[in-house]
């Protein structure tokens, strides 16, 4: 019997998580359809691009270690309030983590 309350305990846990995880990682995003033509890789249309920055939104993230790619920190920069990822002001936000134009 204990071992069974365990493994509800366990599994109430790793559910939790995973719902944290697709919240704040963007995963619950609905994928977008492929295009019929064959792209080569780096190869993006502005339509895709567009599409990218429609699937963000603001949800009270505020710093870099929370966003997933350098778009979504430009969106958030951009786009919400209280953003905390362009400490040199220059524009570009997450130059360390996401946004490294070197």
Not at 22 to 49: H, T
């Amino acid at each position: 019997m204990g071992k069974l309350v365990s493994l509800i305990v366990v599994a109430g846990v790793a559910w939790y998580a995973l719902d944290r995880y697709e919240l704040y990682s963007g995963v619950l995003i609905a994928p977008q359809p492929k295009s019929a033509s064959v792209e080569g890789p780096g190869d993006l249309r502005s339509s895709d691009v567009a599409a990218k920055r429609n699937a963000f939104r603001c949800d009270g993230r505020t710093h870099c270690s929370q966003m997933t790619s350098c778009e979504e920190a430009e969106y958030f920069l951009a786009n919400c309030p209280g953003i905390e990822m362009d400490g040199d002001r220059d524009g570009v936000p997450c130059e360390r983590q996401w946004c490294d134009r070197w």
